[in-house]
């Protein structure tokens, strides 16, 4: 009996050794030649699409520029009596509100009305957020009606940005495509404001450096057929 337990013990062990070493080779075949997709993996240097593979798929590159973000975050609101309304928001969005700032509401049947920020209270006990914001109106509202509004942020100062599309979001987090000489390298970046047109780059990326801007997701799945046939490699990465 206990030949046979230790018959099986190796036998695990070979099979995990042989596992990752089939991962190892995978990863390293992929770094050597081109698949038949005209996609390469280099560790370090990122992802090489031959010339067709880029037309093919559209792939477009722009400069990180630096401009100001104006940004906008939306708000849920209950009307309290016929004048005013509030609700709920985070320390992100009280860094955004101020009192007497001008905001509309908008109502479940589309109207809007016009009010103003009377109130941001912060309330550490609170078990929903940490601020009560409070919103005056001189148009009548109905008690206990849900209403939705918009809180806006200027920009104050010129920031790296880079458009939405170039954005990555996935399970291991946000990045961009930078360019790195001939390849593509998958980049973390942390991001800030954001609007239709710009996000802003906190950290990861210097205005002037170069990215994807289309087709980022393209180029992620190339990088997972390249390196993982598609599907997560079992050894870990």
Known sequence: MKNYSLIL?????????????????SEAAATEKPVENGAQFKAGEGLSLTDQMQR???????????????????????????????????????????????IELNTSSGEIRKGKISRVQSMPLASLSDHEITISTESDLTTGEALGAQLHKIGESEVPVIPPSALLKTAEGTFVYTVNGKFF?????????????????????????QVVTTPVKSLWMAELQVLRGGKACTCGH
Not at 9 to 16: F, K, L, Q, W
Not at 187 to 208: C, F, Q
């Open 9 to 25: 013990t190796v036998a695990a062990i070979v099979s995990t050794a042989a596992l990752n070493s089939s991962c190892q080779k």
């Open 56 to 102: 093919s798929i559209g792939l477009k590159v722009e400069d990180v520029a630096e401009d100001k973000v104006d940004s906008s975050t939306s708000i849920k609101l209950t009307a309290n009596s016929k004048n005013s309304a509030s609700g709920w928001i985070t320390p992100a969005q009280a860094a955004i509100a101020a009192e007497g700032m001008e």
């Open 185 to 209: 390298i998958r980049t973390p970046v942390k991001i800030g404001a954001s609007n239709d047109r710009s996000i802003e780059i906190v950290d990861g990326l210097y205005a002037g450096d």
